[in-house]
């Protein structure tokens, strides 16, 4: 599988920005997707995550800000960020799990918000 992440960019503070990434492949239905973010210097950390179902959980860094959602049609699942701040500045990776198959990481797309 390959998954290509698209959307990053420059913003300033409080502003929006539209993360997708699109899978390659079959099953995409099935997948659990999520959202991580990387600041210079830090861990990755979890963001947000979406399960087959639509269930969804978020960091709590961004709860009401970021929402994820996935089109099966597109194979593709989205990360919209809302009220952006310095802090949100990162590079996102979006990742795929799947039961019975090895995890997989797109190339990871990067945010900057201005103050």
């Known amino acids: 599988v390959q998954l290509q992440a698209s959307g990053g960019g420059l913003v300033q503070a409080g502003g929006s920005l539209r993360l997708s990434c699109a899978a390659s492949?079959?099953?995409?239905?099935?997948?659990?997707m999520s959202w991580y973010r990387q600041a210079p210097g830090k861990q990755r950390d979890l963001v947000a995550e979406i399960t087959p179902d639509g269930s969804t959980n978020y960091a709590d860094s961004v709860k009401g800000r970021f929402t994820i959602s996935r089109d099966n049609a597109k194979n593709t699942v989205y990360l919209q960020m809302n009220i952006l701040k310095p802090e949100d500045t990162a590079v996102y990776y979006c990742?795929?799990?799947?039961?019975?198959?090895?995890?997989?990481w797109g190339q990871g797309t990067l945010v900057t918000v201005s103050s």
């Open positions: 492949g079959n099953f995409f239905s099935i997948n659990t």
């Open positions: 990742k795929r799990v799947r039961p019975g198959a090895l995890d997989a």
